[in-house]
């Protein structure tokens, strides 16, 4: 397991435009945090900086014990979902899901046991042989998820998963996230997940805690019961109101 550490990152684009802005975010390993706040406050900036897709202007990125500020990302062993599910179409779910094992050159029966093993916690047993455009749009995003963590990925990053799905099977995709954090804890085989979201009552739902987040700084940082009862700001007040009328 690994946690992660941002210590005063900031990034600014070439266009002279700084997205982050000195941040300092310590995400405890094993832990659930979601990333919450309008469209445009860095969610994804830095969900780029921790996996190296993005190189910090200033500032430092810590996994675990590595500072990883100048680390390549395939070294970081950090796996991210995104909206988009990423699977090859020419695949069959099966296939998609052993394909970055293969790469590794892990043998033929691990990776069997291993698509296995999370395929079964996903529910997405009976799919396998499937190519993803004969599957569900909920499958295809388990299937991806099902690729990030098969992998034995310390740290998985999310991108707004679900965004693409419409608001029920949301919930249950959500859910399922959820569940298999917590038995991958109850396992020995705890993963940090950082969750990116613009979602609510999902971020309330999901989250050991949420950092809310405005033009690049943290707003408040805090457990879900915590930002209920003591929100700091009209933002996270509406963050709270909001959630709990559909809880
Ligand atoms: N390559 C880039 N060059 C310049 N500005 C960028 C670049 N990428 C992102 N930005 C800007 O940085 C800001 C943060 O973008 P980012 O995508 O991190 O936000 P976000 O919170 O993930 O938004 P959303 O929820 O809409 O995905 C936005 O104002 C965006 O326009």
Known sequence: MAGVS????????????TAVKGLDLEID??????????????????LRMISGLEEPTRGEIWIGKRRVNKLAPKKREISLVSQNHELYPH???YENIAFPLKMKGIS??????????????????GILSEK??????EERQLAAIGKALVTGAKVVLFDDPLSNLDVR?????GTRI?????ELKESGQGVTMIYATQERFEAM????????????????????SNLYNYPLSGSTEDLVNFSTERL
Request: glycine share 14%; net charge positive; charged share 30%.
């Open 205 to 224: 739902k999901m989250g050991d805690r949420i950092c809310f987040l405005d033009q690049g700084n943290i707003v408040q940082l805090d457990t879900p």
């Open 91 to 93: 695949m069959t779910i």
């Open 29 to 46: 390993q094993g832990e659930f945090m979601v990333l919450i706040g309008p469209s445009g406050c860095g969610k994804t900036t830095i």
């Open 178 to 182: 959820k569940v298999l954090h917590q």
């Open 132 to 137: 993803p455009k004969g599957v569900t749009g």
């Open 6 to 17: 941002l210590i005063k990152t900031e990034k600014m684009y070439s266009n002279g435009f």
């Open 169 to 173: 099977v949301r919930g249950r995709v």
């Open 108 to 125: 033929k029966d691990e990776i069997e046991g291993r698509v296995k093993e999370f395929s079964e916690k996903l529910g997405i047993e």
